[in-house]
């Protein structure tokens, strides 16, 4: 059975994007990419609402020759994973490895979980506040950045509680820390 992951990059006061949707105060630091390019390799399915998908398929096409080494290997790997977009408004997706699925459904989640040889990423929080009601997500993988933005799109969802348990830990020189949990059953 495949874990479901929840990673996300949030401010200090708990947002992935800024009262504009703006996230460039997120990119992280060669180090700091490098460790989420281990911790991604381990997954084989991407699950992503819209939004998400539309920053994340650059990557299928990003042309790596002339890019850091962090850079190439992030793009190798996310290539390298299958896709499930979540969209009511999208009319298609683009990338290879990518199907597009019109409603959020649990119990194909679920399922999906059961039969999954490689752990499964969620991405973007509509979509993971969703897993995370549905009691799916089994490990949030949580990277501080070291800045505060006042306002914008949560990391979590305002209406759940669970208990969880610190796996790991660490800090980085540019101030980024990086917190690994999991559910408490």
Do not use: C
């Amino acid at each position: 059975m495949a874990r479901l992951i929840y990673t996300a990059m949030a401010s200090l006061d708990g947002y992935i994007a800024d009262s504009e949707g703006k996230f460039d105060w997120a990119m992280p630091s060669e180090e700091v990419h490098a460790f989420v390019n281990d911790l991604e390799r381990n997954a084989g399915t991407y699950l992503y609402g819209r939004r998400m998908y539309e920053t994340m398929v650059w990557w299928e096409n990003i042309e790596t020759a002339d890019e850091p080494a962090v850079v190439q290997d992030y793009a190798r790997i996310w290539r390298a994973a299958d896709k499930v977009v979540y969209s009511r408004t999208l009319q298609a997706v683009s990338g290879a490895r990518t199907r597009l699925e019109r409603n959020f459904d649990a119990e194909s989640v679920r399922r999906m979980k059961d039969s999954a040889t490689a752990d499964i990423s969620v991405g973007g929080a509509h979509l993971a506040g969703e897993a995370i009601r549905a009691g799916l997500v089994d490990e949030y993988h949580l990277f501080i950045m070291p800045v505060i933005v006042g306002g914008g799109t949560r990391w979590l969802p305002d209406d759940v509680r669970a208990k969880l348990k610190l796996l790991d830990e660490r800090r980085f020189e540019n101030g980024t820390v990086y917190l690994h949990y999991s559910i408490v059953a």
